[in-house]
């Protein structure tokens, strides 16, 4: 039992570069989410999808798509990265929406040059 | 206002000493609350959670929530130098709009 697992563990990326970072849960939550984590700022949450097939924006959405591929997997796009987006991000599952725990994933730190 | 608040710390406690973290929250209609420990470098991980008025107990760990004064409380009893972590208070919205608001942290450094 993994839990959440996130795929990269680290990565660098240019400005106007673009990535898909990977998010994968095996404890049959129907929620996930991504958050970035920045110092002195906490966590933001980015987007969340509620369940299977629906996907919302939280409060720092601009710059990022998201697709909920299917109930485990839920992945974050950087169109066009942006050193602003320099950052570590996390995502998280729960059983319902908010709620309820979350487990994060071990995240992601991302250097936008 | 922020929404939650919390001292970032560091808050520096003596090895054996009782730990005491504090978070105070604007959204009057919030029903539950949860407390989170992040170590450096790793993700946060669920200490305690609380939905009641009052004290919740689980082994060294005892969370205190008062509703009418906005504050929920952790403390934590026999310090340990591997309780040293920042500590995220986080408080669901009550509202229509599904969002979970994290404190910034309290930093806890236990002394051996």
């Known amino acids: 039992n993994a839990g959440v697992t996130q795929t990269p563990k680290f990565q660098v990326l240019k400005t106007g570069q673009s990535m898909t970072l990977q998010c994968a849960q095996d404890?049959?939550?129907?929620?996930m989410y991504w958050y970035r984590q920045d110092p002195g700022m906490g966590l933001r949450l980015i987007y969340y999808s509620a369940s299977e097939g629906t996907t919302d924006k939280g409060e720092v959405p601009n710059g990022y798509n998201v697709s909920r591929l299917n109930k485990r997997e839920f992945s974050l796009r950087l169109e066009s990265a942006a050193p602003s987006q320099t950052s570590v991000y996390f995502c998280a599952s729960s059983e319902v929406l908010v709620t309820d725990t979350q487990y994060f994933g071990p995240g992601t730190r991302l250097t936008v040059l | 206002q922020k929404e939650v608040e919390q001292n970032s710390g560091p808050l520096s406690v003596p090895e054996g000493a009782i730990a005491s973290l504090n978070c105070t929250y604007s959204d009057r209609g919030s029903q539950s609350f949860f407390w989170y420990r992040q170590y450096s470098g790793k993700s946060p991980e669920l200490i305690m959670s609380i939905y009641s008025n009052g004290d919740k107990e689980d082994g060294r760990f005892t969370a205190q929530l008062n509703k009418a004064s906005q504050y929920v409380s952790l403390l934590i009893r026999d310090s340990q130098p591997s309780d040293s972590a920042t500590y995220l208070c986080a408080v669901p919205h009550s509202g229509g709009y599904q969002k979970v608001t994290f404190g910034t942290g309290t930093k806890l450094q236990v002394i051996p």
């Open positions: 404890m049959n939550h129907n929620s």
